[in-house]
C-alpha cells in the first residue's frame, strides 16, 4: 500500500523559513493536501492541491510538489505557527496521511 | 458556514458498540462526501471511512469487519457505529467533509475511551 513519510520534527528560527517535506513513491502524480493542527483543536486545512490555498491562509504558507516529494514552505516563521503539520493524498478511495511533523518555533 | 458537531458516548466499555454521529449544518449531505478520521492521544491522523453523497461506502480494511457508516438525509447528519471496541479503539474522532480540494470542514471532535 502507498505510504508518506514525513520528519518527526522540524525546527526554525523566529522570522526564518521553514520547509516540511512529505515523500512518496511518485507523490508528484498526485494532488497533495496538507493540514496544521495546533494542540487540543481539530486541523486545519493550509494548502490544498499542491499549492492553493485555502481563503484565511496566510501568503506565508506555500506548497510545491514534483517527483517523489513533496513540501510545505512557511516564510517568516512566528510563535503561532508552532504546530503538526499533515501531508494527506488519496491512496485508491481512502484518504491517506503521512505521519506527521512536528513544527518547532 | 458550514459546521460539523460530533456527539456521542465518550465511554465505551471493551467488547460493546462504538457509535458517533456528526450532524451537520450549512450544507446539504446529499452533495458532499464526508468522512471519519480519527487520533489516538499523542499519535496521528487516520482515515477509517468514507461515506459518498450517493450513499456508497469505503472503510479502513482492517476495520472493514467491524466498522459500518451511515447516513440519515432527514436529519442531515451521518453515523459511525465500530462494533466489538478495544482500547486500540480509543482515540479523538472526528467527523469531515471531503473535497477535492481536500478535506475542508472538521468537527471539533470528540475523545472516546474505550476502558474494559
Known amino acids: 500500500s502507498y505510504e508518506l513519510t514525513q520528519p518527526l520534527s522540524v525546527s526554525v528560527a523566529l522570522g526564518q523559513t521553514a520547509r516540511i517535506p512529505c515523500g512518496g513513491d511518485?507523490?508528484?502524480?498526485?494532488?497533495v493536501h496538507w493540514y496544521q493542527q495546533r494542540p487540543g483543536q481539530a486541523p486545519v486545512l493550509v494548502i490544498y492541491r499542491d499549492t492553493n490555498r485555502p481563503s484565511g491562509i496566510p501568503e506565508r504558507f506555500s506548497g510545491s510538489n514534483s517527483g517523489n516529494t513533496a513540501t510545505l514552505t512557511i516564510s517568516r516563521a512566528q510563535d503561532g505557527d508552532e504546530a503538526d503539520y499533515y501531508c494527506?493524498?488519496?491512496?485508491?478511495?481512502?484518504?491517506?496521511f503521512g505521519g506527521g511533523t512536528k513544527l518547532t518555533v | 458556514q458550514v459546521q460539523l458537531q460530533e456527539s456521542g458516548p465518550g465511554l465505551v466499555k471493551s467488547s460493546e458498540t462504538l457509535s458517533l454521529t456528526c450532524a451537520v449544518s450549512?450544507?446539504?449531505?446529499?452533495?458532499?462526501?464526508w468522512t471519519w478520521i480519527r487520533q489516538p492521544p499523542g499519535k496521528g491522523l487516520d482515515c477509517i471511512g468514507h461515506i459518498y453523497y450517493s450513499g456508497g461506502t469505503n472503510y479502513r480494511s482492517s476495520l472493514k469487519s467491524r466498522l459500518s457508516i451511515s447516513v440519515d438525509r432527514s436529519k442531515n447528519q451521518f453515523s459511525l457505529q465500530l462494533t466489538s471496541a478495544t482500547a486500540a479503539d480509543t482515540a479523538v474522532y472526528y467527523c469531515?467533509?471531503?473535497?477535492?480540494?481536500?478535506?475542508?470542514?472538521w468537527g471539533q471532535g470528540v475523545l472516546v475511551t474505550v476502558s474494559s
Open positions: 469531515a467533509r471531503v473535497s477535492g480540494a481536500g478535506i475542508d470542514y
Open positions: 511518485n507523490v508528484g502524480n498526485k494532488d
Open positions: 450549512g450544507a446539504s449531505i446529499n452533495s458532499y462526501d
Open positions: 494527506q493524498v488519496w491512496d485508491g478511495s481512502l484518504v491517506l
